[in-house]
């Protein structure tokens, strides 16, 4: 059994009866277990993921198959699972266990698809290197003493290890492209709304997005497909109907023919060190299939960082405000008194980075503050927003590095959160936006995987995907893998 | 020195939705505790709110009912502080784009005296939980039922000069919200709440006094004591010299006074922001016409139909139109009865009589409306005396039958045949010539004498008019043959 | 560079820093904020503040009791509950 394999090989593996899902699941069972120094599970599910791939197998028996029938996947421990522990990476949900499942995990539950477990992350989805995670850090297949990315490192790694074939993540500020460019998988953030975020722990609510990760565009696609849609219970829910990505499934991903025309964003590419080659040879392989390059301004990218974490973090310290201790979570022993009862647990209950976060969050909302932080991140959001509108109207896509560089070693960055931050300073941009984005490896640069993001207007995610195929038809950088148990 | 109080009202209005504002589940009063709330009135991991479309269209109907300007472009906000039945640490809330703006609200005082009261502006936003502090040693206990009911939240301008103001207010706005079905006014279970500004201020003085806020208030009676309370209280600091210091206060009904509540948010920065799990509400011109055109008759505009058409008198008129079960019942029963006045008697008299004493709501009065309109249609026509229609009543309230059958059944058909009365008349007058030579001498008192015995020969059926008529005709006429 | 009161915001949030950490975040937070006060040199007159990445209004949802709840499978795990009460240290008001 190839562990790197794609849903669609799965799939016809089970189909053809070459094995059942229940062989299926131990086999990536016994891998999770073989790798678990790369900590990029928090929990396995050993008991219910085999008993939904009985369940699979029947319904292969019956005849009752569809795409996703018996197909193992991963969940970002930040959707809630009833039965399954769901800890958002922290100390303050450690043991928690949802009464109901996150839309998202329904969806593709009802699909057929088997949860093997939760994946690693940053605690509430706050980092950029999964570091900051209770449970202890997640490692990079390619390079264990450097980190998978953040907060979805868990998903990512699982999947660049062969653990799991596709893995859901969540994507903020680059949560998703970024781990996704370091562990030389593919990872796609939708549009904002496309997704529905509820029983997904809010971080930043007019940011968060879920989306996967996969070897393929192929299985972004049929994953994409059946987690996306319309739900009543998340008023920022989109009802646009999209029957290509509804029907990619059945009609499969064609590679785009349509010859577009990519913009380079020269603000992204200025001080481009480590993968600037790689990235102008993926240009150039989307030249050579006939499409046109051309640079193009993004004149507002130096706003998105500040703006970015003034907003995240003025959310987050209010999304975050639930954690108290009172009627579920961690609470501190014995508290005095009210006061001490909250601040006890809370303390005790989130990592540094959470707290940075809540405390920034706080000081941008607070009296005095608002007009000059808040209020003006939102204007500076218009502006970076505006610049994508108008890029658009020249252009089809954008391409664009995902990363600075190449996955930083464990313990690099941790001292200094503004150096981590800029990290994510060409994902930031399309999270603002609300665009959706994805990245694709594209290459190595002393073995480490380099990625590439490919960036569309509102709702393009079409687009996107069949240019990515058109990218993978021609390359083979995503059939690359690292060794690993 | 003369002083003038300055009052404002904020009242907290629960709307009378079935299922709650931001969640599906429901808001009854009185469930087991925590037996309501559902995971996103707990706030947990990932839940989110969704507008509820009857609350929209309450809060609507209300700044229609004020004259208010409806802003189409309204927005939620959270406003955020930590306290335990506060489970998302916020409550949304809406803070600088309102549903409802500045309107009016008229009240009317015991002297006729009327005041318009300026409305700010209403809003809307989530109840929070509730707290027991009594039943458990050392620790609160915390049930979050009431979390996510939907609140109207009215506040009115300073506009209000005494406590009877106030609570004329308070009442105007009680009957109204009733009146529009957005809400069962039931206080004592909490539907509606009121917070009381209070300031003081030398007369004829234009700036403000330092105020204090008096929180949740919930019966008229105590808004009236409390704000009385806090007048003489700020009075007496000023005139020994002392500032008033704004606080927020609590009422203490048991010792009728105000106290300093302990700081209950740990602190006063609420940190509004628009909430981002909530998009802009917007509102059509069609949709707030259509509310418009779903409006009933308003409370003042009935009370002053009942004084102009139908000539009750204002406090007849004020009594039947506060409560619309009232208004409602007094119409149907006149419907029937076609007698306003008479109708207007049954109603406040036997009729409300009998619902206090047996712990009735209107909405469950066991007579009919149309039945207690036959009966006064049966005294108008003197098919009965007035004094035994309150038998057919206690008879309808039984539920012995119709007015007609009970009439019947009973036997308490009104003598009016003349003849019949004459004849009875004439031999009560034979068997005691004695009250009939006192009366003839001049002591008209004697006729109530003579009035008891017909009504006792005839059983109390005789028709009291007629009876007054003939004895009169007889006594006088045997009087004036003399001469 | 505004001075940053870390013991009022801690009081905001409800976070309690021992006197390292303390010293630690006020130094974060310093920096943090010299890097976000870039923003105030950005020319944003006439823009418009963006809330929501996607123009859409806020969708009313019909009146109705959706909900079922299970108490009992909620407050599993709570902190502490009696008599379907959730218990917290006495409050005074």
């Known amino acids: 059994m190839n562990e790197f394999a794609t849903i ?23 891998r999770i277990e073989a790798n678990s120094t790369l900590n990029t599970f928090i929990t396995v599910a050993e008991d219910e993921a085999l008993n939904a791939a ?20 991963a969940h970002k421990d930040i959707f809630c699972t009833q039965g399954i522990a769901t800890t958002c990476g922290s100390r303050i949900l450690e043991n928690w266990i949802a009464p109901y499942d996150a839309t998202v995990v329904d969806r593709l539950a009802h699909a057929g698809a088997v949860l093997l477990g939760k994946t690693n992350m940053d605690e509430f989805a706050m980092g950029s290197s999964n570091e900051n995670s209770y449970f202890g850090a997640a490692l990079n297949p390619w390079d264990s003493s450097r980190v998978p990315g953040g907060s979805s490192g868990g998903s990512a790694a699982a999947v660049a290890a062969g653990l799991t074939p596709v893995a859901t993540g969540t994507d903020t500020g680059g949560s998703i492209r970024q781990p996704a460019a370091f562990c030389g998988v593919a990872g796609i953030k939708p549009t904002y709304g496309r997704v529905s975020r509820y029983g997904m722990a809010a971080f930043a609510s007019s940011l968060d997005q879920a989306g996967v990760f996969g070897h393929d565009a192929q299985d972004l696609a049929v994953v994409l497909s059946i987690m996306s849609g319309f739900d009543p219970r998340d008023s920022t829910s989109s009802d646009r109907a999209d029957s290509w990505l509804t029907g990619v499934s059945e009609s499969g991903l064609k590679p785009n023919d349509e010859g577009l025309t990519i913009g380079l964003p020269s603000e992204y590419f200025k001080d481009l060190n480590e993968g600037a080659t790689l990235l102008q040879a993926a240009a150039k392989e989307f030249e050579n299939a006939g499409c046109r390059l051309t640079q193009i301004s993004l004149p507002h990218t130096d706003a998105a960082i500040p703006a970015y974490y003034i907003i995240a973090g003025a959310e987050a310290s209010t999304n975050l405000a639930r954690y108290d201790g009172v009627h579920f979570g961690y609470r501190c022993e014995n508290p005095k008194s009210l006061e001490d009862l909250y601040q006890r647990s809370r303390s005790e209950g989130f990592g540094i980075e959470v707290k940075r976060r809540i405390l920034t969050g706080t000081y941008a909302l607070s009296v005095g503050y608002f007009d000059a932080y808040y209020l003006k991140a939102q204007k500076l959001r218009r502006l970076i927003q505006q610049d994508f509108l108008s ?54 640069t002393g073995g480490l995987p380099i990625g590439m993001q490919l960036i569309g207007p509102h709702f393009s995610e079409r687009r996107l995907l069949e240019t990515s195929a058109l990218y993978q038809q021609n390359t083979d950088w995503h059939q690359r893998h690292p060794e690993v148990a | 020195m003369q002083w003038e109080p300055v009052i404002g009202l904020e009242v907290h209005v629960q709307l009378a939705t079935k299922s709650k504002i931001f969640s599906g589940a429901s808001p009854a009063f009185g469930g087991a505790p925590n037996a309501q709330a559902c995971p996103v009135d707990l706030g947990l991991p990932g839940v989110l709110p969704v507008l509820n479309a009857e609350a929209v269209r309450m809060a609507v109907m209300f700044g229609l009912a004020i004259n208010a300007t409806i802003y189409p472009y309204s927005i939620f906000d959270r406003k955020n502080y930590f306290y335990p039945d506060l489970p998302k640490g916020y409550q949304i809330s809406q803070f600088d784009h309102p549903i409802v703006g500045p309107g009016t609200l008229t009240i009317q005082m015991e002297n006729g005296d009327t005041h318009i009261i300026r409305i700010t502006r209403a809003h809307l936003e989530e109840d929070a939980g509730k707290s027991l502090h009594t039943a458990y040693a050392g620790m609160t206990g915390i049930d979050l039922n009431r979390t996510g009911t939907p609140l109207l939240e009215v506040v009115s301008e300073p506009d209000l000069r005494s406590p009877a103001q106030a609570v004329a207010y308070f009442k105007q706005l009680h009957a109204l919200v009733r009146y529009l079905k957005i809400c069962d006014g039931n206080l004592a279970e909490g539907s509606m709440r009121c917070d009381a500004n209070v300031s003081v201020r030398p007369l004829g003085a234009t700036e403000l006094g330092e105020r204090s806020e008096i929180k949740n208030i919930n019966s008229f009676r105590f808004v009236e004591k409390a704000i009385q309370f806090e007048i003489e209280r700020q009075i007496d600091i000023l005139e020994s010299g002392g500032k008033v210091k704004r606080d927020t206060r609590l009422y203490d009904s048991e010792r009728n006074e105000t106290r300093s509540m302990r700081s209950k948010e740990l602190s006063d920065d609420y940190r509004y922001f628009p909430d981002p799990d909530l998009l802009p509400v917007r509102l059509t011109l069609e949709f707030i016409a259509a509310v418009k055109a779903s409006l009933p008759e308003l409370p003042q505009a009935r009370k002053a139909r009942f004084t102009t058409e139908l000539k009750l008198s204002d406090y007849d008129a004020a009594w039947l139109t506060n409560d619309p079960a009232v208004a409602d019942y007094f119409e149907a029963v006149l419907a029937t009865a076609h007698d306003a006045k008479l109708t207007a008697n049954w109603i406040m008299g036997d009729a409300s009589a009998a619902l206090h004493r047996d712990d009735l709501e209107w909405t469950d009065c066991p007579v009919p409306a149309t039945e207690l309109g036959q009966l006064i249609a049966r005294i108008n026509d003197n098919t009965i005396s007035s004094k035994l229609a309150k038998t057919v009543f206690e008879a309808l309230w039984t539920k ?43 002591k008209d008192r004697v006729l109530g004498f003579f009035v008891g ?29 003399e001469e | 560079m505004a001075d940053i009161d870390i013991k009022h915001l801690c009081r905001l949030a409800q976070l309690a820093l021992n006197e390292t950490e303390h010293q630690a975040v006020r130094a974060d937070l310093e920096r943090i904020i010299a890097m976000v006060d870039q923003m105030q040199a950005m020319d944003t007159e006439d823009v418009e503040p963006l809330a929501h990445p996607l123009e859409a209004d806020q969708r009313l949802r019909p009146d109705e009791i959706t909900e079922v709840v299970d108490r009992d499978r909620y407050q599993r795990g709570a902190p502490a509950t009696r008599d379907g009460l959730y218990l917290v240290p006495r409050v005074v008001e």
């Open chain 1, 54 to 73: 009985a369940s699979a197998d029947q319904a292969f028996e019956r005849g009752e198959a569809g795409p996703l029938t018996g197909i193992p996947l």
């Open chain 1, 391 to 444: 890029a658009f109207e020249e252009v089809d896509l954008i391409l664009a590095p995902t990363t600075p560089g190449v996955a930083f070693h464990t313990g690099d960055l941790t001292d200094d959160p503004v150096a981590m931050y800029q990290q994510d300073i060409f994902t930031i941009p399309a999270s603002l936006a609300g665009l959706p984005a994805l990245s694709l490896p594209c290459g190595f």
């Open chain 2, 453 to 481: 015995q017909v009504m006792k020969a005839t059983q109390g059926k005789a028709n009291p008019g007629q009876v007054n008529e003939l004895l009169l005709d007889s006594l006088k006429r045997e009087k004036g043959s």
């Open chain 2, 400 to 442: 012995e039958g119709t007015v007609d059958e009970i009439i019947d059944a009973r036997g308490l058909r009104q003598l009016s045949d003349s003849g019949a009365l004459r004849g009875i008349i004439e031999k009560i007058m034979m068997d005691n010539p004695d009250q009939v030579a006192q009366y003839r001498a001049g």
């Open chain 1, 8 to 30: 669609g090989e799965l799939a016809r593996g089970l189909r053809q009866g070459d094995y059942s899902s229940v062989e299926l699941i131990r086999h990536y069972l016994a």
